[in-house]
C-alpha cells in the first residue's frame, strides 16, 4: 500500500528525531512492502521565519491533502526567541492550535507507559509502582477553555479578565466514543475525570459519559474527580486504563502522567478526528536546550510513527514490530542521555547513544 504522509518537522529537536522516525518508516516500508512518501509541511517558527506566520492556508491545504501527518515539535525558548516577542496570534503555537483547529482534531491520546527497564527513572517509590502502568490520556482538544469567549477589561478602574468554559453535547459524546473504542483494545476500562461537584460543564460531561457508556456494556468506567484523580496518578497509577477528560484538566494530567514514567523523550502522542486523520508527535516540546547537539531521544516521535500505523493505516503488526523494537533497543542496554541511569554503577552497565546512533539500532532490530 501506498501512504502520503505530510511532515511537520518544525523547531529545535524537531527535524532531529523526525528524521529517525522517518528512517524508521522506511525500515518497515522496505520489510513489509509499503511506500510512505513524505511531503513536508512549514509550521511554528520555521514557518514564521520563512512566511511571517506560524501557518499559512497553503500548509493547511497540504495537511487536509495528507493521509495522515507526523509532526516534531514546535516553538522556541520563551524568555529569548524573538517569535515570543510578536502578538499572541502569530507565535509559534498558534500555528498548533490553528492546526488543530482546521483538521478537526478533537481527540488527543497519550499513552503513559512504564518500561521496566526504566523503573529507576520513576519518581514514584517502588511499593507505589507495583507491577507497573500502562494507561492512556484521552483529552477533549478542541472545545473548553482554551477556545471560550475570552476578554480582559477594566470595570471601575479595576482589571478583570475573563474565561469562557463551554461544551456541548455533541462535543462530549465524539470524544467519549473514543475514549470507549480505544478502551476496547485495550484492558476495557474507562475512567472519566470532571468537577462535577463544582461545574456544569462537567455535569453535562458525567450524563454524556454515563450515555455513551450504555453503548459499550463490555467496557466498565469509573468517574472520578479532578482533584482526586491528580493524586491517584501519584498514589496508584497501575488502577488506570484510559483516562478520559477535558481539555484543560486533560493538560494537566497528560503531563502529570508522563512525569511519573520519569521520561518524557519516550513517550508518544496522536490527535485524531472521527475520520483515520491524525496528527502523531511526541508528547515534549522543541527542547532548544538540546537543540542541534545531536542527543535528542528520537523514541518518542518513532512511538508516534507506530501509534499513526495502527490507528491511520490500519497496519497493527507494522506498529508493534516499532514497538518491540524499541523495547529491544533498551533491553539490549541502549540509552540516549535524557534516560540514562543517575548512579555511576547503573550508568556502567548501558550504552549511552546519540540521535542518529539510536534511530539506527531500532531500525536493526525491525
Ligand atoms: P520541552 O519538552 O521542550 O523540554 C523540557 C525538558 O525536557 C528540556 O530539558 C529538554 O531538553 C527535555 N526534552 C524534551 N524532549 C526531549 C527529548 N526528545 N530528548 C531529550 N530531552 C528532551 O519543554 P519546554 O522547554 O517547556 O518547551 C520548549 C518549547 O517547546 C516551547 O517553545 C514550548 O512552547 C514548545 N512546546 C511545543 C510542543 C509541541 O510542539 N506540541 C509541546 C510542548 C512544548
Given at each position: 500500500m501506498s501512504y502520503h504522509i505530510g511532515v511537520i518537522s518544525g523547531d529545535g529537536i524537531g527535524p532531529e528525531v523526525v528524521a529517525e522516525a522517518k528512517k524508521v518508516l522506511d525500515t518497515v516500508a522496505d520489510k513489509y512492502g509499503h511506500e510512505f512518501e513524505y511531503e513536508d509541511i512549514l509550521m511554528g517558527g520555521c514557518s514564521i521565519d520563512a512566511?511571517?506566520?506560524?501557518?499559512t492556508d497553503h500548509a493547511i491545504a497540504q495537511a487536509l491533502a495528507s493521509d495522515a501527518i507526523l509532526m516534531g515539535s514546535i516553538g522556541g525558548?520563551?524568555?529569548?526567541?524573538?517569535?515570543?516577542?510578536?502578538?499572541a496570534d502569530k507565535r509559534p503555537e498558534a500555528g498548533l492550535l490553528k492546526l488543530r483547529k482546521s483538521l478537526n482534531l478533537f481527540a488527543n491520546m497519550r499513552p503513559a507507559f512504564l518500561y521496566n527497564e526504566l523503573?529507576?527513572?520513576?519518581?514514584?517509590r517502588d511499593s507505589v509502582i507495583g507491577d507497573g502502568f500502562d494507561m492512556v490520556i484521552m483529552r477533549e482538544l478542541t472545545g473548553g477553555l482554551y477556545f471560550g469567549e475570552r476578554s480582559t477589561e477594566e470595570v471601575d478602574g479595576v482589571l478583570l479578565a475573563t474565561d469562557t468554559l463551554t461544551y456541548s453535547e455533541p462535543e462530549i459524546r465524539r470524544i467519549a466514543i473514543k475514549a470507549f473504542e480505544i478502551a476496547r483494545k485495550r484492558r476495557k476500562k474507562v475512567t472519566s475525570v470532571d468537577k462535577a461537584n463544582v461545574l456544569d460543564s462537567s455535569r453535562l460531561w458525567r450524563g454524556m459519559v454515563e450515555e455513551v457508556a450504555a453503548d459499550y456494556p463490555d467496557v466498565s468506567y469509573e468517574h472520578m474527580l479532578v482533584d482526586n484523580c491528580a493524586m491517584q496518578l501519584v498514589r496508584?497509577?497501575?488502577?488506570?486504563?484510559v483516562i478520559l477528560t477535558e481539555n484543560m484538566f486533560g493538560d494537566i494530567l497528560s503531563d502529570e502522567a508522563s512525569m511519573v514514567t520519569g521520561s518524557l523523550g519516550m513517550l508518544a502522542s496522536a490527535s485524531m478526528n472521527d475520520t483515520k486523520f491524525g496528527l502523531y508527535e511526541p508528547s515534549?516540546?522543541?527542547a532548544p536546550d538540546i537543540a542541534?547537539?545531536?542527543?535528542?531521544?528520537?523514541i518518542a516521535t518513532i512511538l508516534s510513527a507506530a501509534l499513526m500505523l495502527r490507528y491511520?493505516?490500519?497496519?497493527d503488526e507494522e506498529a508493534k514490530a516499532i514497538e518491540n523494537a524499541v523495547q529491544k533497543f533498551l533491553e539490549d542496554g541502549y540509552r540516549t542521555i535524557d534516560i540514562m541511569p543517575h548512579g555511576e554503577e547503573e550508568a556502567a552497565k548501558v550504552t549511552q547513544v546519540g540521535t542518529k546512533e539510536a534511530g539506527d539500532l531500532i531500525c536493526e532490530r525491525i
Amino acid at each position: 500500500m501506498s501512504y502520503h504522509i505530510g511532515v511537520i518537522s518544525g523547531d529545535g529537536i524537531g527535524p532531529e528525531v523526525v528524521a529517525e522516525a522517518k528512517k524508521v518508516l522506511d525500515t518497515v516500508a522496505d520489510k513489509y512492502g509499503h511506500e510512505f512518501e513524505y511531503e513536508d509541511i512549514l509550521m511554528g517558527g520555521c514557518s514564521i521565519d520563512a512566511t511571517g506566520e506560524p501557518l499559512t492556508d497553503h500548509a493547511i491545504a497540504q495537511a487536509l491533502a495528507s493521509d495522515a501527518i507526523l509532526m516534531g515539535s514546535i516553538g522556541g525558548n520563551t524568555q529569548t526567541s524573538p517569535w515570543y516577542q510578536l502578538p499572541a496570534d502569530k507565535r509559534p503555537e498558534a500555528g498548533l492550535l490553528k492546526l488543530r483547529k482546521s483538521l478537526n482534531l478533537f481527540a488527543n491520546m497519550r499513552p503513559a507507559f512504564l518500561y521496566n527497564e526504566l523503573r529507576e527513572a520513576c519518581p514514584l517509590r517502588d511499593s507505589v509502582i507495583g507491577d507497573g502502568f500502562d494507561m492512556v490520556i484521552m483529552r477533549e482538544l478542541t472545545g473548553g477553555l482554551y477556545f471560550g469567549e475570552r476578554s480582559t477589561e477594566e470595570v471601575d478602574g479595576v482589571l478583570l479578565a475573563t474565561d469562557t468554559l463551554t461544551y456541548s453535547e455533541p462535543e462530549i459524546r465524539r470524544i467519549a466514543i473514543k475514549a470507549f473504542e480505544i478502551a476496547r483494545k485495550r484492558r476495557k476500562k474507562v475512567t472519566s475525570v470532571d468537577k462535577a461537584n463544582v461545574l456544569d460543564s462537567s455535569r453535562l460531561w458525567r450524563g454524556m459519559v454515563e450515555e455513551v457508556a450504555a453503548d459499550y456494556p463490555d467496557v466498565s468506567y469509573e468517574h472520578m474527580l479532578v482533584d482526586n484523580c491528580a493524586m491517584q496518578l501519584v498514589r496508584n497509577p497501575g488502577q488506570f486504563d484510559v483516562i478520559l477528560t477535558e481539555n484543560m484538566f486533560g493538560d494537566i494530567l497528560s503531563d502529570e502522567a508522563s512525569m511519573v514514567t520519569g521520561s518524557l523523550g519516550m513517550l508518544a502522542s496522536a490527535s485524531m478526528n472521527d475520520t483515520k486523520f491524525g496528527l502523531y508527535e511526541p508528547s515534549g516540546g522543541s527542547a532548544p536546550d538540546i537543540a542541534g547537539k545531536g542527543i535528542a531521544n528520537p523514541i518518542a516521535t518513532i512511538l508516534s510513527a507506530a501509534l499513526m500505523l495502527r490507528y491511520s493505516f490500519d497496519l497493527d503488526e507494522e506498529a508493534k514490530a516499532i514497538e518491540n523494537a524499541v523495547q529491544k533497543f533498551l533491553e539490549d542496554g541502549y540509552r540516549t542521555i535524557d534516560i540514562m541511569p543517575h548512579g555511576e554503577e547503573e550508568a556502567a552497565k548501558v550504552t549511552q547513544v546519540g540521535t542518529k546512533e539510536a534511530g539506527d539500532l531500532i531500525c536493526e532490530r525491525i
